[in-house]
């Protein structure tokens, strides 16, 4: 089973920093993309660090009521996620499942039963999504929004020697380059 991993903040709305779930916000166009994967029989699953539950600004529960709402918004577009998995940890807490490590990409991999290298992921941080991806043999695609921007300039030396496979606009551009390589492959 293939899988197309997506980060949250910066990638399918917010700003690229930890925004509170209360305020996050989907960019307009994440829906689209979001349903354009569930089209193809991939697994969407949502992948992203919230330390800020370890630094105290928001609580677990609040993330989770967060996602319930994004669900809801995504289901109104007839698109869905397949599976959520997200790191609450502090940095400081050395966890092996905050990005760029990939307890998390591994934890999918079983519960989803997922062939990783068949997989991509897509981010708009270099030195987290990107070095996630590259150390767990995914394929990778960062999109611009976000911190997209400064993972190519001034922050590429956080990801040195890591080329994304594609490098696109927004998610649904992002998604509609996946969509385009799943259909060769079938
Ligand atoms: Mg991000
Ligand atoms: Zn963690």
């Known amino acids: 089973m293939k899988a197309v991993f997506l980060d949250r903040d910066g990638t399918l709305?917010?700003?690229?920093?930890g925004t509170h779930p209360d305020k996050f916000e989907m960019f307009d166009f994440a829906?689209?993309?979001?349903?354009?994967l569930n089209n193809?029989?991939?697994?969407?699953v949502l992948f992203t660090n919230q330390s800020r539950i370890g630094r105290g600004?928001?609580?677990e529960e609040e993330l989770l009521e967060g996602f319930t709402r994004m669900k809801t918004e995504l289901a109104a577009h007839s698109a869905y996620i397949d599976a959520i998995y997200y790191c609450p940890h502090h940095p400081k807490d050395d966890c092996?499942?905050?990005?760029?490590?990939i307890g998390l990409l591994e934890q999918a991999k079983q519960e989803l039963q997922l062939d990783l290298e068949k997989s991509f992921v897509v981010g708009d941080t270099g030195g987290s999504d990107m070095l996630a991806a590259s150390?767990?043999?995914?394929?990778?695609?960062?999109v611009k929004t976000g911190r997209g921007e400064g993972s190519l300039t001034k922050f590429k030396d956080h990801w040195p020697g890591?080329?994304?496979?594609?490098?696109?606009?927004d998610v649904l551009d992002a998604a509609?380059?996946?969509?385009?390589?799943?259909?060769?492959?079938?």
């Open 13 to 17: 709305g917010g700003d690229g920093y």
């Open 31 to 36: 829906p689209e993309a979001v349903k354009a």
């Open 40 to 44: 193809e029989g991939v697994k969407v």
């Open 57 to 59: 600004y928001f609580t």
């Open 96 to 101: 092996d499942c905050r990005k760029p490590n």
């Open 135 to 142: 150390r767990a043999g995914t394929r990778m695609v960062l």
């Open 162 to 169: 890591i080329e994304p496979d594609h490098i696109a606009e």
């Open 176 to 186: 509609m380059w996946i969509v385009q390589q799943l259909k060769k492959e079938k």
